[in-house]
């Protein structure tokens, strides 16, 4: 059974940074595409970032390219994602994920369809 767990979430004022963690457990990460999205009350969820299998390609929002990296440590089962420079409209629960598939390269906007795994989530708040 996959598991991922997130951790890393907080409060944080505008202009900080913060990161998220998220350590998977039960599945062959090193073969699986992972992403980032969030989610605010009353809205839909967003994507925020993914990377591939390999780490060799990631592909970020247009809201939050060159502020956010996405990274990943296969002998650590985990992915990351470094938040930089954040803003108020920042402010969600963030959510990764897990690709259906084996050996996705990222080249776009992934579809949430297309992961089948998710995280409990972590709330990141930004203060202005």
């Known amino acids: 059974q996959v598991q991922l767990v997130e951790s890393g979430g907080g409060l944080v004022q505008t202009g900080g940074s913060l990161r998220l963690s998220c350590a998977a457990f039960?599945?062959?990460?090193?073969?699986?595409?992972m992403g980032w999205f969030r989610q605010t009350p009353g809205k839909e969820r967003e994507f925020v970032a993914a990377i591939s299998w390999n780490g060799g390609s990631t592909y970020f929002a247009d809201s939050v390219k060159g502020r956010f990296t996405i990274s990943r440590d296969n002998a650590k089962n985990t992915v990351y994602l470094q938040m930089n420079s954040l803003k108020p409209e920042d402010t969600a629960v963030y959510y990764c994920a897990a690709d259906k598939s084996e050996f996705r390269t990222v080249v776009s906007a992934p579809y949430q369809a297309d992961f089948g795994s998710w995280g409990q989530g972590t709330q990141v708040t930004v203060s202005s």
């Open positions: 039960g599945m062959l990460f090193s073969r699986t595409a």
